[in-house]
């Protein structure tokens, strides 16, 4: 049952702009590809063999912008794919220097490996701008301080999990979960040791959902998980294993653990027709027994059908 949320937070698929290289126009790899090999093949099939250098200058000028602009769309899947691209004519020029070492080969074997150098460095330059966009997406989806999924990707989850569950019939709960005196908590052993029993809780409950389940931050102390195919039962057993877990851990501290810190649990499953609004609604009204009846409870109440 316990799985890392790493690898959740891998297998979800965010509503988020794609990256350049994934959002470019239907058959643009095919036409990228088709203008990369124009100017090789009319230079094998049309020129003459040790001849016409200018000629193959100015081809092979004509040739740099869809290599770069190829390599660069390769090298959004790697700077080294982008550069095998160029790989066989590299080879092929080699090889014919080698086999005719005159002045001719020479330069165009230089001019060559200075073409190499330029579609390398497209490719390169295309990763480093992945692995930015990529980072930048982590952060916006992302609590900076607990690692968890924020309250923006919370609704979008949550929306996209209710209305799964409406086309298909199938069962959705909620969650609300809020650390109980979390202010005194605060008061009494800083804001600081604070963020660390944030973290702390946060690392007991992505330990505990599945890798299906979707956990977030909400605000504050607050958490919500969101549990898809999950009815209520299911999901209140799920809430006591993090209730229970919660209970028995320390939470460490510079100056010694701080014993563990408790919560209360508003579970809310889908009904027909209800939006995620409403869930969340409902697991905060349920919520609301639990802190009331003396907190560190789990509370589950089916709602009316709407």
């Known amino acids: 049952m316990k799985t890392k949320r790493t690898r959740q937070q891998k297998n979800m698929k965010p509503t988020h702009e794609e990256p350049f290289g994934r959002r470019l126009p239907d058959g643009f790899g095919e036409v990228a590809l088709a203008l990369f090999l124009l100017p090789p093949l009319f230079e094998?099939?049309?020129?003459?063999?040790?001849?016409?250098?200018?000629?193959?200058?100015?081809?092979?000028?004509?040739?740099l912008l869809p290599a770069m602009v190829l390599c660069y769309y390769l090298g959004m899947r790697g700077a080294m794919v982008s550069g095998l691209a160029a790989v066989p004519f590299?080879?092929?020029n080699i090889t014919r220097h080698v086999m005719d070492p005159s002045e001719f080969h020479v330069l165009l074997a230089?001019?060559?490996?200075?073409?190499m150098v330029f579609i390398w460095f497209a490719g390169i330059l295309a990763e480093k701008f992945k692995r930015q966009e990529e980072k930048l997406k982590r952060e916006s989806l992302t609590d900076e301080l607990t690692g968890v999924f924020n309250h923006r990707f919370f609704y979008r989850c949550l929306e996209k999990e209710t209305d799964r569950s409406r086309r298909y019939k199938q069962p959705l709960s909620l969650v609300i979960v809020d650390l109980d005196n979390f202010k005194k908590?605060?008061?009494t052993w800083g804001h600081?040791?604070?963020d660390r029993a944030l973290v702390a809780v946060a690392k007991i409950m992505k330990d505990t959902v599945r890798n299906a389940d979707t956990l977030a931050r909400y605000g504050g102390e607050e958490?919500?998980?969101?549990?898809?195919?999950?009815?209520?039962?299911q999901a209140k057993r799920v809430c006591?294993?993090?209730?229970?877990?919660m209970a028995s851990t320390t939470i460490a501290s510079p100056d010694g653990d701080t014993g563990p810190l408790t919560a209360s649990f508003g579970v809310s499953s889908y009904e027909k027709n209800m939006t995620g609004k409403q869930l969340v609604d409902?697991?905060?009204?349920?919520?609301?027994?639990?802190?009331?009846?003396?907190?560190n409870l789990v509370t589950a109440i089916k709602p009316e059908t709407r």
Request: charged residues 20%; without cysteine; neutral net charge.
């Open 282 to 295: 409902e697991a905060d009204r349920v919520l609301y027994f639990a802190k009331s009846s003396g907190k």
């Open 223 to 233: 958490f919500a998980i969101i549990l898809p195919q999950t009815d209520l039962v």
């Open 110 to 115: 230089a001019y060559y490996a200075l073409f």
């Open 44 to 63: 094998r099939l049309w020129l003459l063999p040790g001849q016409q250098l200018i000629e193959r200058f100015m081809v092979y000028s004509l040739w």
């Open 192 to 194: 600081l040791q604070g």
């Open 185 to 187: 908590y605060n008061d």
């Open 240 to 245: 006591e294993r993090i209730r229970e877990a």
């Open 90 to 92: 590299l080879i092929w």
